[in-house]
């Protein structure tokens, strides 16, 4: 079982900065894959970004390609999305999720998500 807290989340200005960080419990948390997703109102929830076991491995969205960061802290049980050069567009509930091993993109291949953390970019 892995219990997931995301934070990190604020209101923030186009082109400004933001980091989220989504703690992990368990003693496992190195053997499991990554995954940062968000929803915005009326939208489905969308993948954003992934980290393999390891660190590895990384995958983006292309809408954040290049904006936006995954990394990994096995030792602090913590993944982090840095997301630079916001956009409006990017407003949405932000979730990090959990899976054994390997990155994947669809949200149900994840076993483990945690409650979310907003974030919402002005223009």
């Known amino acids: 079982q892995v219990q997931l807290v995301e934070s990190g989340g604020g209101l923030v200005q186009a082109g400004g900065s933001l980091r989220l960080s989504c703690a992990a419990s368990g003693r496992t948390f190195s053997t499991y894959a990554m995954g940062w997703f968000r929803q915005a109102p009326g939208k489905e929830r969308e993948f954003v970004a992934t980290?393999?076991?390891?660190?590895?491995?990384?995958e983006y969205a292309e809408s954040v390609k290049g904006r936006f960061t995954i990394s990994r802290d096995d030792a602090k049980n913590t993944v982090y999305l840095q997301m630079n050069s916001l956009k409006p567009e990017d407003t949405a509930v932000y979730y990090c999720a959990a899976r054994r091993w390997l990155t994947s993109t669809r949200t149900e291949d994840y076993n483990y998500w945690g409650q979310g953390t907003q974030v919402t970019v002005s223009s």
């Open positions: 980290i393999m076991y390891g660190g590895t491995k990384t």
